[in-house]
């Protein structure tokens, strides 16, 4: 059983990743490596004056990666809900999750299938927090929105649905908040 299961290896799916697996804890990122940002280059990236798309996603895997998320390279066919969490298939494997955070993109159809509201707008419907109306089922960047697609909004969904999963977790909000006595010394 893994704490995390997020689908989708984009900005909202590495940035949840991230934010999951720097907490300890235990995060599996999917991705079938169809990421809009193969397209883009970012110069609207706070603190990032220019960035390739493949550039920022290569950075973004390794910094996941580095925090203890497990990145596998399949395509999510089916969530559902199961016992205590969910059960993640892919065409192999099977993963129990406590909780999922979708990260798809444009494809919302694992939202659809797992039953989640959808606005008027044909969009998968959360919280601020970005949790669906499927208790610990969260749905992050472009799959919530209409339009306004950017990297960094994404980016921040998944920070903002971990962070709801963390402060869940602990029983208090919580803040994943660093000082400069945190760097550790080269
Ligand atoms: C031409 C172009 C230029 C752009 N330029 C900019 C720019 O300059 N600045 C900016 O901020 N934004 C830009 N964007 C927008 C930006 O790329 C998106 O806002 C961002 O990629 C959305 O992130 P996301 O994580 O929601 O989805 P995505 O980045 O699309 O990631 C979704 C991921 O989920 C994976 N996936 C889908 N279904 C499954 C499944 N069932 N199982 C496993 N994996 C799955 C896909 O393969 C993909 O890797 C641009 C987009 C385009 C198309």
């Given amino acids: ?3 995390v299961a997020v689908v989708g290896g984009g900005p909202a799916g590495l940035s949840a990743a991230l934010y999951a697996a720097k907490n300890d804890l235990e995060t599996v990122v999917f991705d079938t490596d169809e990421s809009w ?3 883009a280059h970012l110069f609207n990236y706070p603190a990032v004056r220019s960035v390739s798309g493949d550039e920022f996603l290569a ?3 390794g910094q996941a990666r580095d925090r203890g998320a ?14 205590e969490g969910f059960a993640v298939a892919t065409e192999d494997d099977e993963y129990e999750a406590t909780y999922v955070v ?22 998968v419907d959360v919280t601020l927090d970005m949790e669906t109306s499927v208790e610990n089922v969260y749905a ?32 208090e909000y919580y803040h994943d908040f660093d000082m400069p006595s945190d760097v550790p010394e080269l």
């Fill in 102 to 123: 979708l990260a798809t993109g444009g494809d919302r159809s694992l939202a659809e299938d797992l039953g989640c509201d959808f606005t008027d707008e044909d969009v």
């Fill in 1 to 3: 059983m893994v704490d």
């Fill in 59 to 61: 950075l973004a895997r």
């Fill in 140 to 171: 992050t960047g472009a799959m919530g929105r209409p339009e306004k697609w950017q990297a960094v909004i994404a980016a921040g969904d998944g920070a903002a649905a971990v962070l709801d999963i963390l402060s869940k977790e602990k029983g």
């Fill in 37 to 39: 940002m193969h397209k």
């Fill in 70 to 83: 497990d990145l596998v390279d399949a395509e999510v066919t089916s969530v559902e809900e199961s016992g």
